[in-house]
T-cell receptor
Framework: EPEVTQTPSHQVTQMGQEVILRCVPI?????FYWYRQILGQKVEFLVS????????KSEIFDDQFSVERPDGSNFTLKIRSTKLEDSAMYFC???????????????FGPGTRLTVT | DAKTTQPTSMDCAEGRAANLPCNHS???????VYWYRQIHSQGPQYIIH???NNETNEMASLIITEDRKSSTLILPHATLRDTAVYYC??????????????FGSGTRLSIRP
């Protein structure tokens, strides 16, 4: 079964540094998402992306965050200047679209654990 | 998206059916009921969804009441690998509206040997 993959599995960075988290979506999927989960807390939506633009973003997704699909395959989340509170698991998810409807099932990757020190 | 209410935790003996309830009394006509689960430290995993009819797949069954205000996820023969947090989610899948998933706290299901 096709899978969403994410790299790296664990990233440790110092506060103020930039990080880029990478996701390889399932090949025919066109809708992409980033979610995060702070340890012990709920999974939170960050942003959705379709047709090379952001469809929706949450309040968490401020100017420090950006997403892009630079080469038509990878989908990246960049945090420009990391803060301690950015430490979390970051999950990429993808979905197909059929007849104008985002497919019911979102496929999640295994996540990247980001630790900001 | 409509709000859902689930028990914080449940347990079930291995080999027995696990029945996880969910209340969604404010569900609207075009919203589906979805179930996802998250095994410790892994990404959430889709289980099943339904609109108004009962649904079954290789993982589980979904029973939705006639008024659609509540539903039950059934894992027919629970195994230790089913230990996870189970999320009941109500949302509309239409692209014109938010397709994001809003996760609640879910039900922590523990399967005991």
């Amino acid at each position: 079964e096709p899978e969403v993959t994410q790299t790296p599995s664990h990233q440790v960075t110092q506060m103020g540094q930039e990080v880029i988290l990478r996701c390889v979506p399932i090949s025919n999927h066109l809708y992409f998402y980033w979610y995060r989960q702070i340890l012990g807390q709920k999974v939170e939506f960050l942003v959705s992306f379709y047709n090379n633009e952001i469809s929706e973003k949450s309040e968490i997704f401020d100017d420090q965050f950006s997403v892009e699909r630079p080469d038509g395959s990878n989908f990246t989340l960049k945090i420009r200047s990391t803060k301690l509170e950015d430490s979390a698991m970051y999950f990429c998810a993808t979905a197909t679209i059929r007849l104008g409807q985002v497919n019911h099932e979102q496929y999640f990757g295994p996540g990247t654990r980001l630790t900001v020190t | 998206d409509a709000k859902t209410t689930q028990p914080t935790s449940m347990d079930c003996a291995e080999g027995r059916a696990a029945n996880l309830p969910c209340n969604h009394s404010t569900i609207s006509g075009n919203e589906y009921v979805y179930w996802y689960r998250q095994i410790h430290s892994q990404g959430p995993q889709y289980i099943i969804h339904g609109l108004k009819n009962n649904e079954t797949n290789e993982m589980a069954s979904l029973i939705i009441t006639e008024d659609r205000k509540s539903s039950t996820l059934i894992l027919p023969h629970a195994t230790l690998r089913d230990t996870a947090v189970y999320y009941c989610i109500v949302r509309s899948p239409w692209r014109s509206s938010a397709s994001k998933i809003i996760f609640g706290s879910g039900t922590r299901l523990s399967i005991r040997p």
